[in-house]
């Protein structure tokens, strides 16, 4: 017969066998690494709105750094750092490692778009006394979370005879914000028994720029001097015209700062922490990397958020084109570079909401102060339009994350019929490179204001450190 195990006979059993579920003990100097680290992502969201402003913050510290202007007929040697600027909206670093990129590269891939509201192309108009901008929304949002609140322009108008001018207004203490307007609770019955979908329609995201007409009255111009007056401000500032809005990159997005919440001060509140508190550690990892064994790339990747098309998205060909030009510089066949390669799609996780307990699965999702996230695969219900990772990766990245104390977890995005939700993973993993979504979980994500743990935020950026040096 076999034998009986005694109590503690079993309990050594459950120790050895069993996930605990439970988080790791975690140090109070290591939380304090956490909130110092969590000063300098603040003070980068609060320069960074937009995935221009974001290229020109990440590429003004790379060249403090030692980074040069890529070169794509020069051999690099190890521990050489280069970038390349993809049209002002994204950007690729680079250091080259000891073995170059014959046994593949390491890649860490993150998006600086975020949702927000875009003008169109012509968007000036004045209605019954008011001025308004028109508004094509970008990105995932649920519209009613964009009325009532304070919003800042920032942008790039390019004149016909092209010249350039840079916008930013509403983001200091002093200057002007901009709103959408919502309707009032006391005449919003039948607004109310529409879907939250339908309470706000895209049509209706106008923005509000102005109210005072242009001086002396003239009766030809009436229904449009206020309009007038708004484009007279412009012009004398920006030397613009109304046509000008036709060749124009203007967003609008939220004009809150980038704060600490809870009276613990152990998340950050802010605007765009999709992707940008991802982009921010594989910025500052791949900046203070020396001379790794492999060669590493980083991508700052624009339009995630809408499927990652056109020619600053990661279905493009931008990031197979540098590393063709990296492989042939040192006689090398980009295919096989990259089928030796590894990347960390670092993309943030849906952090378990306990007001919202009825989308999440609990054994199988993220939460805050757990560590960096790790999804291995995304997609929605049936796995659908997504990437996944294979056992033999996940297991090199436990092995690897463990031995550097990195905190990490497992997740979903929620509940299997819940939804669901893409990345750049599936785009990375069509170059046949091993791939995995990883990064740090938020809490209403999307929203114009987001919510993520200081911790898991510095987890994010020793996952990225250790990923690069092994």
Known sequence: MRKSNDAADVKKLSEKLLRSGKSPRISEELWNEAYEY?????????????EREAVVYAVDL?????FSAFQPDKKYAPGDRVYLNNRGKALLMAVIGRDGCQNGVRITAAHIDSP???????????KDGLSFFKTHYYGGIKKYQWTAIPLSMHGRIVRKDGTAVDIKVGEEDGEPRFCVTDLLPHLADEQMTKTMEKGIEGEKLNLINGSRPVFPEEPSLEGNRVRLNVMKLLNERYGITEEDFVSADLEFVPAFPAVDIGFDRSMVGAYAQDDRVCAYPVLMATLNTKTPKKTVVAVLADREEIGSVGNTGLNSHFLTDFIEDLAQAEGLSARRVLAGSQCLSADVAAAYDPNFSEVFEPSNSCYLNGGVGIEKYTGGRGKSKTSEASAEYVAQLRGMFEQNHVLWQMGENGKVDAGGSGTVAKFIAALNVDVIDLGVPVLSMHAPFEVVSKLDLLMTDRAVRAFYQE
């Open 38 to 50: 969590a000063e300098g992502y603040k003070a980068f969201m609060n320069a960074v709105k937009t």
């Open 62 to 66: 790379a060249r403090k750094a030692g």
């Open 116 to 126: 927000r509201l875009d003008l169109k192309p012509h968007p000036l108009f004045e």
